[in-house]
Each structure stands twice: as structure tokens, then as C-alpha cells.
């Protein structure tokens, strides 16, 4: 086990468990930008994406997040696999600490994208979530299939 992977302890039946792969990306950074959300629920797959004019890598992969938990229909166990440290360490390890400080990171400063976060943090309230970073382009079959949804995305929106 590497040492940037997490345990996840899965509740006694794994069909009651919604698999989630998200991704974004933009080109240039900043710049044109796609995200994608790959949702798995025992045998359904449901894939969906976006795109933005003028937004950052970071916004991007935020907003998947966004997209896939608000498409919830009800309160889920819920396994996240993200390529973003900025995604994983933003909602596990910093939030609380962005909340307690009205907003504002550990030197001062306001924290970037406080609009998603906060769409995040709304939207996980009523779900179990496991948060899990997986190392982009390293052959994790959803992840590349996200990668390239979300690249679809802005290309079909903005070419090139």
C-alpha cells in the first residue's frame, strides 16, 4: 500500500455504496476548462460533464465534486476517488479550519473558490463520504475515463 493511500471502511454491503471519479482540467490554466463525474451504483453508470469559458484547473475539479454530490437523490454512502490533493486535503484536512476563520486560510487571506467548497460542504451534510486520492494518468481505468470526459468537454465547448 502506498503511502498516500486511505483505508476506507465500507459498510457491511457494498450495494448500498455509490462510487463517484471525479475530474477537471484546463487549457491553458488559466483558461478554457472542463469537468466530469463518473457515478457508480451497483450496475448503473452515469457519466456527465461540463465546461467553463475563463476558470482554473482547481475550480474545475471542484466542480465536479459539486455536480456529482448535488446529483444525489437521497442520503448515500458515498466513495470519492479525486487526482486532486487540493480537492482531498481541502475538504479532510482544511475546511474546519476555513469555517472557524470565517473563510480565511492560515495566513489571512481569503480563501480561493470559497463559492464551491461551500457548495461541497453543503451538499456532502447528508452522506457518508470517503474521500479517496488516486494518482492521475497511472492507468486507473475511471479515473483516465473522467480525465477524458472532462477534455471532451472543453474541447467540444471551446475547441482545441
Known sequence: MASDDIVVSLPADPE??????????????????????????????KEFSGAEEKTTNNRMELTAVAEALESLKRPCHVVIHTDSQYVKNGITRWSDGWVRKGWRSSTG???ANID???????????????????RGHSG???????????????RAAFGG
Do not use: S, Y
Not at 463517484?20 to 472542463?34: A, Q
Not at 486507473?140 to 472543453?154: I, Q, V
Open 16 to 45: 448500498k455504496v455509490v462510487e463517484v471519479w471525479t475530474d477537471g482540467g484546463c487549457k491553458p490554466n488559466p483558461g478554457p476548462g472542463g469537468w466530469a463525474a463518473i457515478m457508480k451504483f451497483r450496475d448503473v453508470i
Open 109 to 111: 487571506d481569503p480563501v
Open 116 to 134: 464551491l467548497w461551500q457548495r461541497i460542504l453543503e451538499a456532502q451534510k447528508e452522506h457518508r463520504i470517503d474521500w479517496l486520492w488516486v
Open 140 to 154: 486507473h481505468d475511471m479515473n483516465e475515463r473522467a480525465d477524458r470526459l472532462a477534455t471532451e468537454a472543453r
